[in-house]
């Protein structure tokens, strides 16, 4: 039986045991409330309100742009469509790098004008004074290594991380910090399966994957990826189970028949 079959609200202990029983974690994105409120009703264990807005909502080109002011509104809309779901939102770029002390004010302004039940630090040993910080003051911390977007720019690329042998003992030794720090789980991305394997069965927090292989704990996807509704992107490690933007394009193009041809509204649409 599931461990949260009847729990009126998934929550970090939950998530514990779900590891500990060998249950796999279920987690998509979710930017907007009525997205929230279909994955929710569907029974998602946790949606992230990712910095992924700045890329599938406002159409930039990385995650950078996007502000915390930005995110808190994402965050309140999830909030409000999600009576079951953990919700966990990334702190952005730019709002917890420079030091512990605005880590832990970004933190606490996206919980308490949110409503979310956690937050999301990309990095490991370098920022775990921050997540500590946060931590102390009662808000629960999710970590991020591997391929992490807010630090593009100086990988240079988007390609899989860790398949050399020092960056593979960097991740384990990062991973292992965050557990130290108190994150409650940690995103593995775009990491060789061997180590999402390994690195998992190091932990004893739940670890995501996302392009990081069977063995993680649980899964992640971009929501709008995995529905279909982003054009072109289409990564190894993404299963598409609709295909929304095609159609959505033709459900469009039906409306615009219809209207050129005076076919809507018919006499049972009106009044």
Do not use: W
């Amino acid at each position: 039986m599931s461990v949260n079959k009847e729990v009126k609200r998934i929550t970090t202990h939950i998530l514990q045991e779900m590891k500990q029983q060998g249950e796999k974690i279920s987690m998509l994105t979710a930017y907007d409330y009525s997205m929230a409120t279909i994955l929710d009703d569907a029974g998602l264990d946790v949606l992230l309100v990712g910095d992924s807005a700045s890329n599938v909502m406002a159409g930039h080109e990385t995650t950078l742009p996007i502000t915390l002011d930005q995110m808190i509104y994402h965050a309140q809309s999830v909030v409000r469509g999600a009576s079951r779901s953990f919700v966990v939102v990334d702190l952005p770029f730019g709002s917890y790098q420079g030091n512990s002390k605005e880590a832990l004010n970004s933190a606490i302004r996206i919980m308490k004008e949110s409503g979310a039940h956690g937050v999301k630090l990309e990095g490991g040993t370098e920022i775990v004074d921050s997540i500590l910080r946060i931590i102390t003051a009662g808000i629960p911390v999710m970590g991020h290594l591997g391929l992490t977007p807010q630090s593009i720019y100086k990988f240079g690329t988007y390609t899989v991380r860790a398949k050399d042998e020092a960056e593979a003992d960097k991740l384990k030794t990062d991973a292992l910090a965050l557990q130290e720090a108190g994150c409650f789980a940690v995103v593995l991305e775009k990491i060789p399966a061997k180590l999402g394997k390994e690195v998992s069965e190091s932990l004893h927090i739940p670890t995501i994957g996302i392009g990081a292989g069977p063995d993680c704990d649980g899964q992640v996807l971009v929501v709008n990826d995995m529905i279909g509704l982003t054009k072109g992107f289409k990564p190894r490690f993404l299963r598409q189970y609709l295909n929304l933007y095609e159609g959505i394009k033709e459900a469009a193009q039906s409306y615009i028949r219809d209207v050129k041809g005076n076919d809507f509204p018919n006499e049972k649409e009106q009044y």
